[in-house]
């Protein structure tokens, strides 16, 4: 009898021991499922209008601009020549640009374009009525060259060709029309058209 009692609490506690649990993760889910549907599986119906459309979007426009920093880091006749269409607040074109350097190598030549800080040999702020005054940096020129060109009615018709920023040949036309030069660069004989080179000024005459 001992030895069948002792077989029997062993098959029984090797049934309890065997027996598989249920998985932790498969209850938790249906609790969980059951816990957060509110409609305990009632099915939810909605419709959508046909002529519902979807909302517009705004989306600002962003333009890259030169600063005055970046072109006098750079330091060139073309920065220089940016420059002045910067402070103009004309637009920076390729005509625009083409425009204003081949004014300075007109007026200084292109290895000397930075001479006494007056690439244009602007009188107007140089000191120089004749042109032939200087200024204590480029920047300051650069202002100056913009500043004429705006004030003088005379030169109305180079800031409307800067405005334009499409032609540099019907530009540089009103500079020799103008009274900017006395010569009026033999009324465009002695005005080159062809490639300006690229030339930094020291960093001194920028102010640097």
Do not use: C
Not at 20 to 30: E, G, I, M, N, Q
Not at 115 to 121: F, I, M, T, V, Y
Request: glycine share 10%; charged share 15%; hydrophobic share 45%.
């Amino acid at each position: 009898m001992a030895i069948a009692a002792v077989v029997a609490v062993g098959g029984l506690l090797a049934t309890v021991a065997l027996a598989p649990l249920p998985r932790p993760s498969v209850a938790l889910a249906d609790a969980a499922a059951t816990s957060l549907s509110p409609f305990h599986g009632d099915v939810q119906d909605f419709s959508v209008p046909g002529d519902l459309t979807t909302a517009a979007v705004s989306r600002e426009g962003y333009a890259a601009a030169t600063g005055p920093e970046t072109l006098v880091a750079s330091g060139t006749n073309y920065d220089w020549a940016t420059l002045v269409l910067v402070l103009g607040d004309w637009p920076v074109t390729d005509e625009n640009v083409r425009l204003m350097v081949e004014w300075m190598r007109e007026e200084n030549g292109p290895d000397n374009w930075w001479n006494r800080n007056n690439p244009l040999n602007n009188g107007y702020g140089s000191g120089g009525g004749s042109g032939l005054g200087s200024y204590a940096t480029l920047v300051d020129a650069a202002r100056y060259a913009a500043s004429n060109l705006q004030k003088r009615t005379f030169y109305a018709d180079i800031v409307a060709g800067l405005e334009a920023g499409t032609s540099a040949d019907a530009t540089a036309r009103a500079i020799w029309a103008s009274p900017w030069a006395e010569s009026h660069y033999g009324y465009g004989t002695w005005w080159s058209t062809s490639r300006v080179p690229e030339v930094a000024a020291p960093a001194s005459a920028w102010g640097r």
